[in-house]
């Protein structure tokens, strides 16, 4: 597509609620990323995917988190048993790829969690 | 551990007003991004510098890469409404994590008539 899609773009959840977000990538962008936004906060890492090499998994915060890609394309982030603090913007951002010079991230519009 | 550091986190200026807005570090980086971000939406790139001491310039926007590739400035003349939003400097690294982006708080800007 011309650019990041990502949905749904809000999700009202319950505390202990499973809850996923999916991300489509730009055609051709083999890098995707996964960033969290807290309320007037920065971008923090959450999981990188770089074509078919094992996912950069070192920002995910605890194993309530998981992420796949399927097929070097579209990217689901799972976290389970929701908790309060998960509350933010969950951004995905793809690139060329870390092989293509300075890697030049586009992102999507983001995915809004708010876990009640 | 924040590894990109901004100041100010915020900014409120007239119309016509310049500011700078510093991006700072103690890690070198192979590149050095700056974002901007409205309320709603992702982060869009503004510039990217990769050459120690290298200076880019944008219309009103001059970003500065440091000597040492530590540190990064932003520099805004006569500030428009317009250029109101949050501005984000990302730094890549390199090595076992190249292709991973390292994102600063951000510094919010906001431009009053």
């Known amino acids: 597509g011309a650019g990041v899609s990502q949905s749904p773009s809000n999700k009202v959840t319950e505390k202990g609620k499973d809850v996923e977000l999916r991300c489509d990538p730009i055609?051709?962008?083999?890098?995707l990323y996964w960033y969290r936004q807290s309320l007037g906060q920065g971008l923090e890492f959450l999981i990188y995917?770089?074509?078919?090499?094992?996912?950069?998994k070192s920002g995910l915060p605890s194993d309530r988190f998981s992420a796949e890609r399927t097929g070097g394309s579209v990217s689901t982030l799972t976290i389970q048993r929701t908790q309060q603090e998960d509350s933010a913007v969950y951004l995905c951002a793809s690139s060329l790829g870390r092989y293509s010079g300075a890697n030049v991230l586009t992102f999507g519009a983001g995915s809004r969690l708010t876990v009640l | 551990t924040q590894l990109l550091e901004q100041s100010p986190q915020f900014l409120s200026i007239q119309e016509g007003e310049n500011l700078t807005v510093y991006c700072n570090s103690s890690s070198v980086f192979s590149s050095l991004q700056w974002y901007r971000q409205e309320p709603g939406e992702g982060p869009v790139l503004l510039v990217t510098?990769?050459?120690?001491?290298e200076v880019k310039k944008l219309k009103r926007l001059t970003f500065q890469f440091g000597d040492a590739r530590k540190d990064s400035s932003l520099h805004i003349t006569a500030a428009q409404p317009g250029d109101t939003g949050l501005y984000l400097c990302?730094?890549?690294?390199?090595?076992?994590?190249?292709?991973?982006?390292?994102f600063g708080r951000g510094t919010q800007l906001t431009v009053w008539p």
């Open positions: 995917f770089q074509g078919n090499s094992a996912p950069d």
């Open positions: 990302a730094g890549a690294s390199g090595g076992s994590t190249l292709g991973r982006l390292y």
């Open positions: 510098v990769v050459t120690g001491g």
């Open positions: 055609s051709g962008h083999t890098a």
